[in-house]
């Protein structure tokens, strides 16, 4: 039996939600930072339980869970009607999040939560899925090429005094 479990999150999940932002969030990006204290403000930001929750009740979001071993591992946040100059087609979603804690990479969630991201678009009608992705983010841009993602623009984005350019990446679905 698989010690892997993904559901569709709800509001009882957010406080975990928002503890896997932060913590992925910071395994990935953190040594990016030159003053802490922009990261830290990102991260109450960004992940706060609150905001997680608003999140979360919103029709347009669609938000799984992945546990391992009932542990949370890793989370995916899909953003349904969600347009870019940067895809075509008059159905687009954008695919915000996979967020999977380093120590279980090697299990493959992250393919799993995005299987589940793409039927959910798919059975939804939508013509394409587009995502950003820190353009020296090398892992993640492997992982969406091997899914078929390509890249289709860049845009850049400032958190506190820090500036990134990212890759905009886009699958069509239709």
Known sequence: MSKI???IADLSDAIAISLL????FSETFAHLFHDR???QEYLL???SANKIESSLSKAENAFWI???DQQPAGYAKLKLNSPSEF???NKVCQLQKI???KEFHALKIGFKLQDLVLQKAINQKTEAIWLSVLDSNARAISFYIKNDFKITGQHDFRIGKEHFEFKVM???LL
Do not use: H, M, N, P
């Open 87 to 89: 895809v075509t087609g």
């Open 66 to 68: 992945a546990f391992y």
């Open 21 to 24: 932002g932060r913590e992925t």
């Open 5 to 7: 479990e993904i559901r």
């Open 45 to 47: 930001k960004t992940f």
């Open 37 to 39: 204290s922009d990261l």
């Open 170 to 172: 886009s699958r069509q």
């Open 99 to 101: 967020y999977v804690l």
